[in-house]
């Protein structure tokens, strides 16, 4: 067969566009058995038919276009003009006149005229125009009337995708949710966009264990798209599945794909609210150590938090001493000044609480609380005087006057035994 013959039976016995048809006409249109044939075409007409395909062969268009216009004013017969107007679509779209296209499918179908196979091909070509066009009712009218005028092994998983692909456009989720679920179970390699569909339809139904199910039969099939092992992560977190929701993101951290600050952050919550404080404290540790996640403020306070509760003391405190470094205020100093006092280093404690009384920023309690501090670490290295002088300092706030004064009773006690 001639290439030019092969588009001729392409074109005879396909279709490309849509009709629009009133929807409970088509429902009872649906039970009814049309029985149309093919016709036979006299030698004249087809010699002429076949010399525009030649033009449309070799994309002379225009020309093909000039001819069956010729040929469709001398036509009379119904076969005949529904023929030409399929023809002049399938130029018109070549043209990319495709509202000119669906009216020349549309009157090709109207004429009724063509056979069973043709005429209804050209339903589900119609539909996909429609859709194209955002009309997405009648897209539905005819893509369902096609469904129930073909045979069942003629309604391919692209069908169903097509009418899933409306009632998503419609907003209308809980209709995508069966349709892309019978297109998935028809193909043997459904493609990555249907599962992506289920999915949003699932969310948008708020379908969430669905959606998870889904998620997984995803990473499977494409486990090296970070977004879906984020999502699927999420979901579980969002229906209180923490211990799977954070299995699903350490093993993508083990897969090396959480490279956004969000991911390391997310995944070192989800270790800290599993009481795995260590497993917290080293990844955000390798966060910042490969400039994935911000050295700020937050971010050291977060890893020595995680380092403290780890029992990992020694890193608590130095990173403890960055996020104070990072900070405007004295906050973290005092923080760090306090475990300090704690481990008895009482040189280091000295200069953490008076580098967050230079900063400030905290209220008259707290200010009081690190002079007395202040003091203790003094009187401990045994500067009598500049302890004095702190714990002078921290009987001006009412809140600290009474320990400032124990204090300075103890150092008296205590200068006077040295003495004695």
């Known amino acids: ?53 030649e033009d449309v062969g070799k994309e002379r268009y225009d020309d ?5 216009e010729v040929l469709l004013g001398r036509a009379r017969g119904k076969y005949l003009q529904a023929v030409l107007y399929q023809a002049l679509a399938q130029v018109e779209w070549s043209r990319k006149h495709f509202d000119a296209a669906l009216t020349d499918f549309e009157k090709a179908v109207e ?39 073909v045979p069942k092994d003629k309604v391919t998983a692209a069908a169903w995708m097509l009418k899933a692909s409306i009632y998503a456009q419609k907003k209308d989720w809980k209709n995508v949710i069966p349709a892309v679920a019978q297109a998935i179970s028809m193909s043997d390699d459904p493609k990555e966009p249907w599962y992506q569909l289920q999915l949003a339809a699932y969310f948008e139904t708020e379908q969430f264990p669905k959606a998870a199910q889904t998620l997984e039969t995803m990473i499977q099939r ?13 979901i579980d977190y969002k229906l209180k599945r923490d211990d799977k929701a954070l299995a699903v993101l350490a093993l993508a951290y083990r897969r090396n794909m959480l490279d956004k600050q969000g991911d390391i952050l997310y995944l070192a919550n989800l270790y800290s609210n599993e009481n795995v404080p260590l497993k917290a404290a080293e990844v955000l540790q390798k966060g910042l ?16 938090d995680s380092w403290y509760s780890a029992e990992e ?16 205020d004295g906050e973290i100093d005092l923080r760090r000044a306090y475990l300090l006092v704690d481990l008895e280093r009482w040189r280091d404690a000295a200069e953490a609480v008076t580098a967050a009384l230079e900063k400030g920023g905290f209220n008259d309690r707290k200010t009081g609380d690190a002079y007395i501090l202040l003091g203790m670490s003094e009187f ?32 008296r006690e205590e200068r006077l035994r040295k003495e004695s």
């Open 380 to 411: 401990n290295l045994g500067h009598y005087d500049k302890a004095s002088t702190a714990w002078g300092r921290a009987s001006r706030f009412p809140g600290a006057q009474k320990s400032a004064k124990q204090w300075m009773n103890l150092m």
């Open 1 to 53: 067969m001639t290439g030019t013959k092969r588009f001729i039976c392409t074109l005879v016995c396909l279709a490309s566009v849509c009709v629009s048809v009133n929807l409970s006409a088509q429902v009872s249109e649906c039970g009814k058995k049309r029985g149309v044939g093919p016709q036979a075409l006299d030698e004249t007409t087809w010699n002429r038919l076949n010399s525009a395909y």
């Open 111 to 149: 004429l009724n005229a063509l056979p069973d196979d043709t005429h209804f091909s050209l339903m589900y070509q119609i539909a996909q125009l429609y859709y194209m066009k955002d009309r997405y009712d009648d897209a539905l009218a005819k893509l369902g009337l096609w469904m129930c005028k």
């Open 289 to 304: 150590d490969d400039g994935i996640v911000k050295p700020t403020k937050q971010h050291w306070t977060m890893l020595a």
């Open 313 to 328: 003391i020694e890193k608590a405190l130095a990173a403890y001493e960055k996020a104070g470094q990072a900070s405007d």
């Open 222 to 234: 494409w486990p090296d798209k970070k977004n879906y092992w984020l999502q699927l992560s999420q």
């Open 64 to 68: 093909a276009y000039d001819k069956l």
